[in-house]
């Protein structure tokens, strides 16, 4: 495996990590924000879902 696809292997492992954490720590610091946070997860999810399937 070359360095670069370690590093981005690497990146994209602690974005998997760091974006659910700083939405669960949103969520539970503003509880008004659970709605349209959930909106906008469910949107994004309805665009990469089918892609990534393919």
């Known amino acids: 495996m070359s360095t670069l696809a370690l590093l981005v292997a690497v990146l994209l492992g602690l974005a998997f990590v760091l974006v659910p954490a700083a ?3 949103l969520a539970y610091r503003h509880p008004a924000a659970r709605g ?3 909106v906008g997860i469910a949107a994004v999810a309805a665009i990469v879902i089918p892609i990534a399937l393919r």
């Open 23 to 25: 939405l669960a720590y």
């Open 36 to 38: 349209p946070m959930g």
